[in-house]
């Protein structure tokens, strides 16, 4: 009993207790688990984001995956979004939002035009070949469920991370001898 009660006394709060804030995401530099989950909340906010705002295949097609520029822009939005709908920003952050939603759709609109996706088939977004490149070959590939699809792309890609990750951790090890 002669232990104080951890009761006694106003609460402390650590950082621990604080939620992470909104951050932007280099799709590059992360690790095989970090881009397991961005691609899960990625694609739980664009289906939200289509569905709310009724965009079309114009707009976020399905496969807006496979293609990096839609993949940076549309991390881009959520982050802004998540900053925008934080409780602690200014009361106008939401218009600000949407203000940037429309930029946004219009560049979306290019990138779509740029690579020709459609609602049931894609293809690779058109490359200029540099003088000494091979031009690159664009196939168009149709796909009958997109979230089986998107699933084995996730797969796949954290797949290839984790490759990448244990490559170079078996060369540091490799460095360091015996």
Known sequence: MDEPDVFD????????????????????LLTAHELEQEWLALNR?????????????A?????????????????ALHLHWLGASDPEQNASAPLGWHRDFADARERLRYWITACSTRGDRDRP???????????????????????????????????????AEDEFYANLADDEGP
């Open 125 to 163: 977004t058109r490359q200029a070949a540099w003088p000494g490149e091979e031009s690159p070959s664009i196939q168009e590939v149709k796909f009958d469920d997109r979230d089986e699809e998107f699933a084995d792309f996730v797969i796949a890609q954290v797949r290839k991370r984790q490759e």
């Open 45 to 57: 906010w664009v289906d939200w984001l289509r569905r709310t705002y009724g965009l079309t295949v």
């Open 9 to 28: 006394g106003p609460p402390r709060v650590t950082n621990a207790d604080m939620p992470e804030p909104p951050h932007p995401v280099n799709w590059n």
């Open 59 to 75: 707009v976020v097609p399905p496969f807006w995956h496979h293609h990096p520029e839609m993949v940076w822009e549309l991390s």
